[in-house]
């Protein structure tokens, strides 16, 4: 903290902004490490390359001046001190690890742009009243540990620490092993940490915001999510000799219950969201009729009520066409996530910082999953949108525009300073 | 042929019959060359297994007096002689290669049935006026090597020599290679072999003589095939933050048109059919809505006009689908055979010889390929079908009784024995 850090005594930020060129700079920096040839990046969770990323984000911050601590799952917390450190920080972050074909935004525009408010702020000699922190959540993608968000569930107690330890990849390394090789096992226990706020800033990953025109989302939530594994038990038999009549074509009932998922998602709007996205035949032979067919229903909606009147209709149909067919049908849940609502007072300071700003901004929903959702179980906590093409993540063709990347980052540096001032 | 053989001169065989537990005693034997342990039979066509089990029934030809000869793509005809050996003979046959989880009766019955006759007339000492023939065809089952019925397909020239010679195995080994190796690399032109008139017992490999209780199926003929493989393209996208007024969701489509596969058979039967056996999704991802769904589409009916009104329905569906949803539809045909009707003499023949027999019968067609499509080119053809147990084939539960297993070779005989004599 700079000694002449005393020039905020009137608290007027009205004209302050963060270098986007500087943050984009930092994205494309550390999207080099695992940069893949179509330009996206694979950097999975706790391998080498993570330890590459994780060293280069820590490097900057200790540039900074900011102290870091890192907890027993990995979680890395860099802090900026404040006038009044009894204060609990005012926290942003994300994660740094990507998906096997991933994108330079997903979850490490959060990350930087948390640096780039410190480096904003020490470039103005601004001294917050609460601590800033700046935190990288481990393996909050999932693709080679299970469960995803492992580091913000862990701790924020979704699950234990020995649950996410045992966690093991396709080689059957255990994440405490990897956590321990690449040298980010800390001594901290998760949760041992206080939080004053916190504000996480994403690409929306997906199309609203880019339909809309609009700059700024303004998240009031996380829908509540179901997901489910359907099962229809048929009669494999062969498609030539076998009159329609005689048939039990597991695909045949397994279609009618994957349009009910979609028409159930369209009549609880606007929020109501219903996919198929995975499907197994067997035999899955271009002659026999289908005797078994096993399909994963992913239902989303604004509330549990909603979510739930949505699994109904499906439950509904499958047990008339049980009855009708005589096919058995399973439907087993695999995971489910309660709808959350951001706190009021995040979602305002959003709201208001875009407007102060002169950011066009809307309220939006997340549809996806965030570590902010377990922060949301300890602290107010909110979110920043802001559009990505097409609406295309967890891809190498993800991509953002500059100008956004900087507004995010400006709304998320006067969200946060309105919570760290007195 | 014994010399005795001056007895039936009455022609009066109504009494005569073969022997059934002479015939399931055989089945029973050849099932042990490649028997699995669920009960099945694995013996692929031009393997190790292959060879021991031709050797096996070429061996049981030669104690039946017949004399043996092989073609150049592996046929093997086993000829007993008649009084007139000018006449083309009278030939029955099948396969005796198996699918990988295949039973004991597909195919190996049409040609041990072949030999149980021919040990009969030589029981009774009865003397054709035209040759017997019972022929095994290589490769029916094309499990192993692509096409499908290749020596028939070969004899019949519905494709070359040279074509069914470079089908290779997964690993890579010629069809031509794998003959030589057994020893079944003849030197007889495929084709240069006349047929008097040509017989083919098999089980039903369906349900519908079982369901109705009936003994023997007088088959009428086989059902147009035309296969298809469809591809939906949409987008693919997050499950979660896209909503649904946004989204390409390609299964959405294919879905109704899977289901169209179907409606478009049950608008046409009795014998239409239609199959969706085959399902890939893409990325086939819980959380991402499908961006590309390829399946296959199986269209079947006893005459091709029917086939193709099938074939215009679910076209005319994609057509609509395409405009209204702007996703692609990609129709590409992979395989199409002309629906073919057996000869009205072997139809009655076989008819006949069941009403005589006094065994239930009543006609039915082939849902499957056999042999005797690509025989009814060349020679006045006809089929006898057995029921089996549940419907079930190419399985290594496979199962028929052997009082069916009886009738259908009692059939075979007398309706062989009317067309060989004069």
Redesign the interface.
Known sequence: MPATATQNVTHDFSTLRINGQRLWGSLMTLAQIGATPKGGVCRLALTELDRQGRDLVVGWAQELGMTVVTDKIGNVFMRRAGRNNNLPPIMTGSHIDTQPTGGKFDGNYGVLAGLEVVRTLNDHGIETDAPIEVAFWTNEEGSRFVPVMMGSGVFAKAFSLEHAYAATDTEGKTAKAELARIGYLGEQEPGDHPIGAYFETHI?????LE?NGITIGVVQGV?G?R?FDCTVTGME????????A?RK?A??VA??L??EV?AS??RH???????????Q?HP???????GRVTF?M?M?NATDALVDQQVTGVKTLAAKLQADTGMRIDIVQ?SSYAAIGFHGECIDAVARASQKLGYSSMPVV????HDAIYMARLAPSGMIFIPCKD????NEVEDAQPEHITAGCNVLLHAMLERAMA
């Open positions: 929306e990953q997906g199309p609203v339909d829908l999510i997901w038999a062969h498609a030539g000799p076998t009159p329609m005689l074509d695909l045949q279609t009618q994957m349009q979609v998602a369209l709007g606007p929020h109501g969201r219903g996919t198929v996205g995975m499907v035949v899955n032979s271009r002659n026999v009729i289908p994963s992913d989303r695999v997340s549809g996806a999953g609406g295309i993540s967890h």
